[in-house]
């Protein structure tokens, strides 16, 4: 089992020794796997007659004209969409990984920077993007069911990334299996987990925001330590293998 005080403690440690690096790794994790919003486009009309819409008394707007606007409008929107979701796919997924792994081998004193690049291998990059693509889909038929099961499973999920960074060749459905039978009986100690932070990002949020950036490392220094402590339960337990996770070979990079 493990302890959550000791956990930071630990990723305490391991920053005390790398934090600029860390925070490095974090605000590149947070700009591609962050949310973001797009505008959005308000269009109020008044109530309709027939053909027109009268803004004020004698004044008649045809609103017809303004459909080639609006439909180049919707189309900008459309494309930045697909922009966005091949963005988060296609850079933010392997960076994501390779941010995992910066974090778990800084964990086990080896703080490199060049584990950010760990995804973009031929031998590992579909794999990697399959795998996380494959967790993203399952997260969200999850939520469409219902808001608590969704947070359960976004749980149960948790761990892919960083049993990528272990193997990333392990197989997709294989990685969210590894990750559900890992997690298991340890998720809402992990939510509680999570809780335990909300301090630090409230007096990040009222140093105007800038705050929360350098409470990131510290976040995901102890997420490190979390899957470290989960890996070492579940080869325990015999959920998976050293060989399976590649644990036994040379580091690569």
């Known amino acids: 089992m493990w302890d959550r ?3 930071k403690r630990e990723a305490k440690d391991v920053l ?9 790794v974090s605000i590149i994790l947070g700009f591609v ?3 973001g919003g797009f505008p959005s486009f308000n269009f109020n009309a008044g109530s309709s007659g027939s053909s027109g819409i009268s803004d004020s008394p004698g004044v008649e707007i ?3 004209i303004f459909a080639p606007f609006l439909a180049i409008a919707i189309g900008i929107m459309i494309i930045a969409i697909l922009f966005a979701l091949a963005f988060r796919i296609l850079l933010g997924f392997p960076l994501e990984v390779g941010s995992m792994r910066y974090f778990k081998q800084s964990a086990e004193h080896e703080a490199n920077l060049n584990h950010l690049g760990f995804a973009f291998n031929k031998g590992r990059y579909l794999d990697i993007v399959k795998a996380m693509l494959w967790r993203g889909f399952l997260n969200f038929l ?3 069911l219902l808001i608590i099961p969704g947070f359960v499973k976004m749980y149960a999920y948790s761990m892919v990334p960083f049993i990528l960074a272990d193997n990333p060749n392990i197989g997709y459905r294989r990685a969210v299996d590894v990750s559900n039978q890992m997690t298991r009986g340890h998720k809402f100690r ?3 987990l999570d809780l335990s932070f909300l301090g630090w990002i409230i007096l990040g949020t009222l140093a105007l925001f800038v705050g929360v950036l350098f409470v990131l490392p510290y976040i995901n220094a102890t997420k490190a330590e979390l899957y470290l402590k989960l890996r070492q339960l579940a080869l325990k337990d015999g959920l998976t293998t050293e060989e399976e996770l590649r644990l036994t070979q040379t580091p690569v990079y």
């Not at 005390?16 to 490095?24: I, P």
């Open 190 to 192: 992990m939510f509680v």
């Open 16 to 24: 005390r020794r790398s934090y600029w690096k860390a925070f490095l």
């Open 142 to 144: 999850w939520f469409l």
């Open 33 to 35: 796997g962050g949310g």
């Open 62 to 64: 045809d609103w017809g």
């Open 5 to 7: 005080k000791e956990l």
